[in-house]
């Protein structure tokens, strides 16, 4: 019995398993937005792509707006 009660520490001493892979993963996202992307503003391809992405969203904020019947 003294034991089991010298055992049943709180949550907050006995650290949950697996915490450490967590922040393992949290920094190896962190490493991966940080990488620099090279990418040519001006070349006319990225036009092409920007106009078309604005395009879609246009389109979705308006159905978004509109209410269907």
């Known amino acids: 019995m003294s034991e089991l009660r010298a055992n049943n520490g709180s949550p907050s001493q006995n650290p949950a398993p697996g915490?450490?892979?967590?922040?393992?993963?949290?920094?190896?996202?962190?490493?991966?937005?940080?990488?620099?992307?090279?990418?040519?503003l001006n070349a006319p391809e990225t036009e092409k792509a920007a106009l078309a992405i604005q395009n879609k969203f246009r389109r979705f904020q308006k159905r978004k707006q509109d209410p269907s019947p």
């Open 19 to 40: 915490s450490q892979e967590k922040g393992k993963a949290i920094d190896t996202v962190k490493a991966e937005a940080e990488e620099e992307i090279d990418i040519d």
